[in-house]
């Protein structure tokens, strides 16, 4: 069993930055790759970024790429995504997401429908 809790949420100017953190507890955090999600209202949840268990592989969606960064703290079992330059069509509930599945290469997870557990998400307002 994991659990994972988000955090840094709020409401920031078009042009301004977050820092959201996701904190994990249960299993062995450091053995497995993390994502960060994201669902607008209306609209489908869609994957934002991705991280191996190393920190040494990381993916993007092309709507974040260059704005966004995720990476790790293994030691403080803690995933982050630094959002910068955010804009108003960023506005979403994050998610983070935790893949359990053993694998045998270091690799980073974009399906949702890979990922085993979620965190209850925090929301993100981008204003104009």
């Known amino acids: 069993q994991v659990q994972l809790v988000e955090s840094g949420g709020g409401l920031v100017q078009a042009g301004g930055s977050l820092r959201l953190a996701c904190a994990a507890s249960?299993?062995?955090?450091?053995?497995?790759?993390m994502g960060w999600f994201r669902q607008a209202p209306g609209k489908e949840r869609e994957f934002v970024a991705a991280?191996?268990?190393?920190?040494?592989?990381?993916a993007y969606s092309d709507s974040v790429k260059g704005r966004f960064t995720i990476s790790r703290d293994n030691a403080k079992h803690t995933v982050y995504l630094q959002m910068n330059v955010l804009k108003p069509e960023d506005t979403a509930v994050y998610y983070c997401?935790?893949?359990?599945?053993?694998?045998?290469?270091?690799?980073?997870?974009?399906?949702?429908?890979?990922?085993?557990?979620w965190g209850q998400g925090t929301q993100v307002t981008v204003s104009s």
């Open positions: 991280i191996s268990w190393t920190g040494g592989i990381t």
């Open positions: 249960g299993r062995t955090f450091n053995n497995y790759p």
């Open positions: 997401a935790a893949d359990v599945t053993p694998r045998r290469t270091i690799v980073v997870v974009t399906s949702l429908y890979d990922y085993d557990y």
